[in-house]
């Protein structure tokens, strides 16, 4: 069945003219050049760009791991100057601790009581498909198990934001897939605002209310698409084809400017 996303319009986010260089012993390399744009609440937000222009970059310092930039980053009406637990990250590899068990890992830092744990444990396993699982170790369960776990763990402590540095590039192609469509079906249920980095335009359009494209370093805003699709997507749509080709071409014009 088809499922519209009611989204709040509120703005969750606001980066604004952010810039972001680097000192090196030599020069100063400039990462991040005026990177402006919103997100509202309970939005999924994609984010591509060539190799190397500071997607990374831009997400640490959404993240609060990167503190020394230009302009603002607002969250809630607040600027991010460091870490806090209103933002999940995921990264690319699960991250889980080995010598906790999945339970133990998603319990870890929780500050409830005992019963409580133990039911928003159980809760948020159901949530990502692990029941059953929280007695094992990660070194038990597959690639995209250990994701779904990680991701897990991040909405365990509620943020209001969740941010994905790739957490689908070290996946084989038909477990990337799969995953993409649990990724969905996680977002949809949690109602969580979502930023992603990819390098995978296909996933992007599956995933996003919104793609943002950013041009070759320094970093900066080359165009916004509106993806207004129903979920689950029809990858072999008409509708979703001529997006995904929309969004090719934005990148590979930001590709050729990076290869000048």
Not at 47 to 65: D, E, N, Q
Request: aromatic residues 6%; neutral net charge; glycine residues 6%.
């Amino acid at each position: 069945m088809a499922e519209t996303v009611a989204l709040d319009n509120s703005v969750i986010l606001d980066i604004n003219n952010v810039s972001k260089s680097f000192k090196t012993k030599f020069k100063t390399v400039k990462a991040i050049d005026n990177a402006d744009f919103k997100v509202n609440r309970g939005e999924f937000i994609s984010v591509i760009g060539p190799s190397g222009c500071g997607k990374t970059t831009l997400l640490r310092l959404i993240a609060g791991l990167e503190t020394d930039y230009e302009g603002d980053i607002l969250l809630n009406g607040k600027r991010v100057d460091g870490p806090g637990l209103d933002r999940g990250v995921i990264f690319q590899d699960h991250r889980l601790l080995p010598w906790l068990t999945i339970e133990e890992n998603l319990a870890l830092g929780l500050t409830e009581d005992k019963t409580q744990i133990k039911s928003l444990v159980k809760k948020y396993l159901q949530k990502v498909d692990l029941d059953g699982f929280g007695n094992s170790y990660p070194r038990q369960l597959s690639g995209g198990m250990s994701q779904r776990a990680s991701i897990a763990r991040a909405l365990i402590r509620q943020p209001d934001i969740l941010l994905l540095d790739e957490p689908l590039g070290a996946l084989d192609a038909l477990t990337r897939y799969s995953m993409q469509e649990e990724l969905e079906k996680i977002w949809l249920n949690n109602n969580t605002t979502m930023i992603m980095i990819t390098h995978d335009i296909e996933e992007a359009v599956y995933l996003s209310d919104r793609i943002v494209v950013l041009d070759a370093r320094p970093c900066k805003v080359r165009e916004i698409f509106t993806i207004p699709l129903e979920h689950p997507r029809n990858r072999n749509s008409k509708a979703f084809e001529e997006y995904r080709t929309c969004v090719v071409s934005s990148f590979r014009s930001a590709v050729a400017n990076y290869s000048i």
